[in-house]
């Protein structure tokens, strides 16, 4: 049974940072993409960023290039998210999601993780 666990949420002021981890069990990770979405309440499900299987190629949304970094590590079958110079905005239910091919596209994601809180607030 495949599943992918998101940790490393929490409360953080603007201007701070969180690593975001997503743990997958049941499958191998080295030939998926993996994506990271988020979504605030009320709002919709939006692409934060993607790396590929092997991790050459990493794509980011616009909102968050330069603030965040995405990267993998293999062997632990665990992907990152590295949030820096956080902002209110950020705040939203982020979600890790397996797929064959690197982009934002939610639906060409087939597991998701169950979501981890980030909330940006002074």
């Known amino acids: 049974q495949v599943q992918l666990v998101e940790s490393g949420g929490g409360l953080v002021q603007p201007g701070g940072s969180l690593r975001l981890s997503c743990a997958a069990s049941g499958t191998t990770l080295d030939y998926y993409a993996i994506g990271w979405f988020r979504q605030a309440p009320g709002k919709e499900r939006e692409g934060v960023s993607c790396?590929?299987?092997?991790?050459?190629?990493?794509y980011y949304a616009d909102s968050v290039k330069g603030r965040f970094t995405i990267s993998r590590d293999n062997a632990k079958n665990t992907v990152y998210l590295q949030m820096n110079s956080l902002k209110p905005e950020d705040t939203a239910v982020y979600y890790c999601a397996r797929g064959k091919l690197p982009n934002l596209r939610w639906a060409d994601y087939d597991y998701w993780g169950q979501g981890t809180q980030v909330t940006v607030s002074s």
């Open positions: 790396i590929s299987s092997s991790g050459g190629f990493r």
